[in-house]
């Protein structure tokens, strides 16, 4: 065969195999959906769980996901995101960047459950917590640490390479083409480190049952406090997530329903992975626009 020829094969079969990925992909969730299909009503995802009775809800651990979601997030993207700032524009090489970049990979080939017991011997025992909140957040920063970190970096070190020198040429700043150039520029990958991290707050279980907890108390909005051990946006209370729920129901099988209810709330957590995915996506086109100037 010639080049041509070669060309065309290698690229049929590159095709294939995206498009075998794809289906797979597709194949995959359309069967977790498709089984948790008849639990996917109001009084299922709002409802409270049933100890030793049929027809209980996830909405405790629904809403201890999202409360989790979005205090992780609060401390991983501040981090991340400076930590890729200054990986990428200001550390000089040398010894202490070598060392640094030694810690990251170590922490991001580090197994869930080992930051799990991690957690629980600092965030938990150590600080006299308890299983909380709080604990479950920071032991998922510190997996989602590394990754979200490494992202960040490669995204704003390809965005300044265009645009980093014109910008200093026009009289501005290290700091104002940081701010008005290059972070704006590296936003959609940046966000793609932030739909990751989101992805595995969502489906993290082994860190959680050694941090957050298996129990999910009955919530209520009438006292919020974020001290309480009894208000709903409290980081000090204990706080079962919908990955963790999933798991205790399979493993101890409590409930008449244990499959009926790990299927659904199995269908219930990768939807909400996707809309979690797609929102965000579409947020980050918006800024990066609003950034750009295009429409």
């Not at 401390?75 to 700032?85: F, K, N, S």
């Amino acid at each position: 065969m010639n080049a041509k020829q070669t060309d065309k094969v290698m690229t049929a079969i590159l095709y294939v195999i995206s498009t075998l990925i794809v289906l797979l992909l597709a194949g995959f969730i359309g069967y977790i959906i498709f089984k948790g299909r008849f639990c996917l009503n109001i009084n299922f995802l709002f409802g409270s769980p049933k100890v030793a009775e049929a027809g209980g809800g996830i909405g405790p651990m629904l809403y201890n996901s999202f409360y989790l979601l979005i205090v992780s997030l609060i401390l991983t993207i501040p981090i991340g995101v400076g930590a890729g700032i200054y990986l990428a524009e200001y550390a000089k090489k040398g010894k202490l960047l070598n060392f640094m970049r030694l810690c990251i990979e170590t922490m991001a080939s580090l197994p869930s459950i080992v930051v799990g017991l991690f957690g629980l011997l600092v965030f938990v025992e150590m600080t006299k917590w308890g299983y909380t909140l709080i604990a479950g957040a920071l032991a998922i920063t510190v997996l989602n640490l590394p990754a979200m970190t490494t992202v960040c970096e490669n995204a704003i070190r390809e965005a300044s390479k265009s645009v980093k020198e014109a910008s200093i040429g026009l009289g501005a700043t290290r700091f104002q083409t940081i701010k008005k150039v290059v972070l704006p520029a590296a936003m959609p990958q940046i966000l793609t480190g932030v739909i990751l991290a989101a992805g595995r707050i969502f489906g993290e279980a082994a860190a959680l049952l050694y941090t957050a907890g298996m129990s999910a108390p009955d919530l209520t909005f009438r006292h919020l406090s974020l001290l309480g051990k009894t208000s709903s946006i409290s980081l000090m209370r204990p706080a079962e997530t919908l990955a963790v729920y999933i798991w205790k129901v399979n493993s101890e099988g409590m409930i008449p329903d244990a499959a009926n209810v790990a299927n659904g709330a199995s269908a219930v957590l990768i939807i909400m992975v996707l809309l979690f995915n797609l929102s965000a996506r579409l947020i980050g086109k918006k800024i990066y626009d609003s950034y750009s100037g295009s429409k």
